[in-house]
């Protein structure tokens, strides 16, 4: 027996809707099947996992909180590969936007004033472009692989921001411990309700996620970005420049990455410290798959993920399930989504020995 | 909407046998918060330690929850929460990077008692709670001069902070009240649990070396690097002795469980306080692992001296001691507050290392 | 003392080396697995707990290898039968990999190991300096080297070797010559999976023999590197591994010494001269078409 692929001549629709759902669908199954295997209650492990954290107003902010960075990086990411540029140190990005970010309020935490929160979100959208620039400035001088390079300097961001809480920007008030001063009120983001901790991360997520969306769909950028990805030959012919896509989606993913940097600092942490990304760099990517590099699908999927996090958490405390079950269970829905994508390019033919050919997916 | 929800609620409830505990009421409940994962044979491992002689104490009284690798971060935050909201009585978070998000939650729940490990913020229904380490670094350094043949012992240390600088400074006054020219070398790993990394570090301070090896990581690698080179070692946070029967010299036990023990108790009896606590030795916050691989004489002095910290005789950073650079820091039988130790950022004399600012 | 650095290097940098070998063929294929840390640390799991129930090292490394490459199947089946996109199915089984180590290693955490010991070739070990250094080495070193010749020889000496680099280069004409793209595929990408398994079983029977969670502690990312740094070629990723062993090695030695220096600026510079390495070798464009694998990372479908 062998699988055949067939083209299709055209994206399918139908199975755009419903590959999501199918893959949702299996992960139930088989984390289901799973939840059995390690002796825990089968359908409560899922209910506990997807629809418990949605039930009460708190966690319906933790959710925000969680989502927020991955989205904003996602959407970033998502122009990027659209074009054929493989960013995927967004994580490094994501670090130098928090430290370039938090230049005002470490070096003037007496400065009160409602200018510093905008100074501090410009200041690291700048500071993550810039570690973005570094990568796309070898592609475009000196033809190296970006993959590689952007990889290596999430690792040199990580220590740089090591060596700076630990050595001059640590608190001197705070017993040697490896954390900066705490911001100064006007330097924290506010959040939205009084409900919860969701703060304006989310919003800037959502905004971004919707201002890419219509780039995308209405302007010629987008087309440009989808020409040029699809063939660099073909963007070529039209007058486009692959070295300035280059330049432009790696900036703006290091924005929008230095950007849910800083928000996160400033929002939800409230200081520096060594460890301020739980790999929210690299689960983007993922989140930006998973949404299937459309803006819009990629608010849908960071969604999903942070509330795998959750559900993992409350599963954790409630059913005693360990915390690598829980990431077994995200794996799992990865790979799902990702060859339930295959559905929406190609026809899947079972092909059964002999030459008894059996059409099973039309 | 909503009643769709609550169906679907109540129909996984019956099927997978879920319920959210009812009978649980009157039982208090005490909550840990790991950094790490339970079985990390290392920190987070001796806290899991600690909650399970909790639960083999006073099980008929109080149920105990945790939740392992939580990131310092915002996820800290959400996951202490969970537990307040949960309806925990005592919430222990077990790493110094949850202070701040213990600090906030704790100003939320006025009404629930939260502990933080080696931090030093508290509130009203926050304490904090630390063990002396340095007491037992002391008793190493001490055996470690008895049996290191060249004068040399070599230091794995995470990170600058001043728990390890503290302890780094405990073993070299402990050796150097032996061996008056004891050197100490260090290697900072940079990591606290990567045995890779561990190892390479033991093989370097090996190569330069040192025959005697102490660590302040905390996986068992350079214990097996240092029986496998032949050389005598010190284990971290558990006994390490599985790893080096014939290397471990002792270790410094984290035994947080009699700590949890007389904590729970004091909830239940209602005379908990935030306190900022820092017990050591004579407490039984951390105890040593036998004296092992040692000849008699050397054991009873690790004994003696054991005995005396105890009892309050002796304290182990008691002047005259000098900084790294020769100027003095401590006169004569002069002996430094808590907060000075708890903020220790300069090396004594003797340590043959640049501290990384 | 030099001799017991370099044994310490070598130890260092013999993971390194072996899953760079295995993904530079797959990549050599036109795949491009970003899961190698994930294929890794199955490997070492399934070599350590191998070994703890049958108590011999040898079928412990044996499981290692059939572990990683059952592991990089999942991949295959992702990314050449679907079709699916490679970084994103890389990066998945970097996830499930560490997730499931975790969950199957569980009861081994805490157990002392069992160490692969040395394989001593006498008369050759007896050769002052250099002798104890290369012929008294455990078997995944000799595994190692054995692994470059071999793949050299494959790569550039045999015809299948060749076959696989035309469909690296280009699998549309490879196709059309009638060499089967998929099945080379598959087995260049079992290949790598194999590779990176047996560097686990050596992270947790020789480097370090216990079984902790992470282990692998992102070894499996330079080793990615390093094939780019060899600009996948055989004998330069030995010599990659080695030099990235050696700064790591070095700063511990340097601090030892009493440098003082940021630990954290030595810890950067792997990965600062890694990036050195990518710019000099790649900034001649000539030099790197003739080595990249050109559909590398590629989808492909055959007509029908």
Redesign the interface.
């Given at each position: 027996m062998r699988i055949e692929l067939e083209k299709r001549a055209r994206v399918s629709t139908l199975f755009s809707i419903i590959s999501p759902l199918l893959a949702l669908l299996l992960t139930l199954v088989f984390g289901a099947v799973m939840f059995w295997f390690l002796g825990k209650p089968p359908l409560g492990s899922l209910y506990v996992y997807f629809i418990e954290p949605l039930l009460e107003v708190w966690s319906l902010h933790e959710l925000a909180v969680k989502a927020a960075p991955l989205i904003l990086i996602a959407v970033g990411l998502s122009i990027c590969y659209r074009s054929n540029n493989w960013n995927i140190g967004a994580e490094g990005q994501f670090t130098i936007g928090a430290i370039t970010g938090s230049i005002l309020p470490v070096l003037y935490p007496e400065w009160h004033s409602w200018a510093i929160l905008p100074l501090m979100m410009i200041m690291g959208m700048i500071g993550g472009a810039a570690y973005a620039a570094i990568p796309a400035l070898l592609k475009t001088r000196f033809n190296t692989n970006e993959i590689l390079t952007s990889l290596m300097l999430v690792y040199i961001a990580g220590l740089f921001l090591d060596w700076l809480v630990r050595g001059p920007w640590r608190d001197p008030k705070g017993y040697n411990f490896p954390v900066t001063k705490s911001f100064q009120v006007e330097a924290v983001l506010p959040e939205i309700l009084d409900s919860g901790r969701a703060h304006w991360a989310f919003i800037f997520a959502l905004v971004a996620a919707v201002a890419l969306w219509f780039m995308m769909r209405f302007m010629l950028k987008g087309f440009q970005v989808s020409v040029l990805g699809q063939s660099e030959r073909a963007g070529r012919f039209a007058g486009f420049s692959a070295r300035r896509m280059v330049w432009f989606s790696m900036l703006l993913s290091g924005a929008l990455a230095g950007l849910a940097g800083i928000s996160e600092v400033s929002g939800s942490i409230g200081h520096l410290q060594p460890a301020i990304s739980p790999g929210y760099g690299f689960t983007a990517i993922i989140v930006a798959f998973l949404g299937r590099l459309n803006p819009l699908g990629i608010i849908a999927s960071g969604l999903v993920l942070a509330l795998t996090y959750l559900g993992g958490e409350a599963a954790q405390v409630a059913l005693e399930i360990s915390d690598k079950a829980a990431r077994v269970f995200q794996g799992m829905l990865l790979f799902f989504v990702l060859s339930c994508d295959t559905l929406i390019h190609y026809r899947i033919r079972l092909v059964l020995a002999g030459n008894q050919t059996k059409e099973v997916k039309a | 909407m909503k009643k769709l929800?609550i169906a679907?609620?109540a129909?996984?409830?019956l099927?997978?046998?879920?319920s959210?505990g009812a009978q649980a009421q009157e039982k208090k409940k005490v909550c840990f918060i790991y950094v790490g994962?339970k079985?990390?044979?290392g920190w987070t491992?001796a806290h899991e330690l600690g909650r399970q002689q909790l639960d083999k104490a006073l099980g008929d009284k109080v149920e105990t929850?945790f939740?392992?690798?939580v990131?310092?971060?915002?996820?800290a935050?959400?996951?202490i929460?969970?537990?307040a909201?949960?309806k925990c009585n005592l919430i222990f978070t077990t790493s110094?990077?949850f202070m701040?998000a213990t600090v906030k939650v704790a100003a939320k729940f006025p009404d629930v008692k939260f502990e933080h490990a080696t931090g030093?913020k508290a509130a009203p229904n926050l304490a904090t709670y630390n063990s002396r380490f340095y007491e037992g670094r002391y008793i190493q350094g001490q055996i470690a001069a008895k049996m290191s043949k060249k004068g040399v012992a070599?230091y794995i240390a995470s990170?600058?902070?001043?728990e390890v600088?503290m302890g780094i400074n405990a073993f070299e006054l402990g050796a150097k009240s032996v061996n008056p020219n004891f050197k100490l070398?260090?290697?900072?790993?940079?990591t606290w649990?990567?045995?890779?990394?561990?190892?390479?570090?033991a093989?370097?301070?090996?190569?330069?070396?040192v025959d005697i090896l102490t660590q302040h990581t905390d996986?068992?690698?350079p214990m097996?690097v240092a029986s496998?080179r032949g050389i005598l070692a010190f284990g971290q946070a558990s006994d390490m002795i599985?790893?080096g029967p014939k290397t471990q010299l002792t270790a410094i036990v984290d035994t947080w469980g009699n700590y949890y023990v007389k904590r729970t108790k004091a909830l239940l009896d209602g005379s908990w306080k935030s306190e900022q606590i820092w017990d050591g030795l004579k407490d039984g916050i951390l105890t040593m692992a036998p004296y092992t691989n040692m000849p008699d004489d050397v054991k009873a002095m690790a004994e003696e001296t054991e005995a005396k910290i105890k009892s309050g005789e002796l304290h182990p950073f008691t002047g005259p001691i000098n900084k790294q650079d020769g100027s003095a820091w401590l006169k004569a039988g002069e002996k430094p507050q808590d907060g000075v130790l708890?903020?220790?950022?300069f090396y004594i004399e003797g340590v043959?290392?640049?501290l990384?600012? | 003392m030099f001799e017991a650095i370099l044994l310490t290097v070598i130890t260092a940098s013999t993971p390194l080396v072996i899953a760079a070998l295995g993904e530079l063929v797959t990549e050599r294929s036109g795949v491009l697995n970003l899961g190698v840390e994930g294929m890794m640390i199955m490997g070492a799991v399934c070599a350590f707990a191998t070994t703890q129930m049958t108590g011999s090292p040898y079928i412990g490394l044996l499981a290692g290898i059939a572990g990683g490459a059952a592991f990089s199947l999942l991949f295959g089946f992702l990314t050449l039968t679907l079709v699916a996109n490679q970084v994103a199915t890389g990066l998945a089984l970097t996830i499930l990999g560490l997730g499931l180590s975790g969950q199957l290693g569980e009861m081994f955490v805490g157990k002392p190991g069992i160490k692969l010991q040395p394989i001593v070739i006498p008369l050759l070990s007896d050769i002052p300096f250099f002798g104890r250094v290369l012929f008294a080495q455990d078997l995944t070193f000799y595994l190692s080297v054995a692994l470059v010749i071999g793949i050299n020889w494959f790569l550039f000496k045999s015809r299948t070797g060749l076959k696989m680099r035309a469909i690296g280069d280009n699998h549309g004409s490879a196709h059309a010559l009638g060499i089967n793209v998929i099945r080379t595929r598959y087995l260049a990408v079992m290949f790598g999976g194999a590779c990176a398994g047996l560097a686990g079983a050596q992270l947790s029977l020789v480097y370090t023999p216990q079984w902790v969670e992470n282990m692998s502690a992102g070894r499996g990312w330079i080793a990615l590197a390093l094939v780019v740094f060899a600009s996948w070629r055989p004998w330069r990723v030995l010599a990659g591994g080695y030099l990235f062993g050696a700064v790591t090695i070095g700063q511990l030695h340097a601090q030892a010494f009493g440098i003082g220096v940021p630990s954290q600026l030595l810890s950067a510079l792997p990965y600062a001269a890694t990036i050195v390495v990518l710019i000099i070798i790649s900034h001649n464009r000539r030099t790197t078409l003739i080595n990249t694998p050109a559909s590398l990372g590629k989808p492909f479908v055959p007509d029908r």
């Open positions: - | 929800i679907l609620a129909s996984a409830a099927l997978g046998g879920f959210s994962s079985t990390d044979g491992q929850k939740l392992e690798n990131p310092e971060g915002p996820d935050e959400r996951a929460e969970r537990f909201r949960e110094f990077g701040d030093f070599g990170f600058p902070i001043p600088v070398k260090v290697v900072w790993a940079n649990f990567d045995p890779g990394k561990e190892a390479d570090a093989k370097a301070l090996i190569d330069q070396g996986t068992t690698a097996q496998e599985a790893a708890l903020g220790m950022n043959d290392d640049k990384p600012q | -």
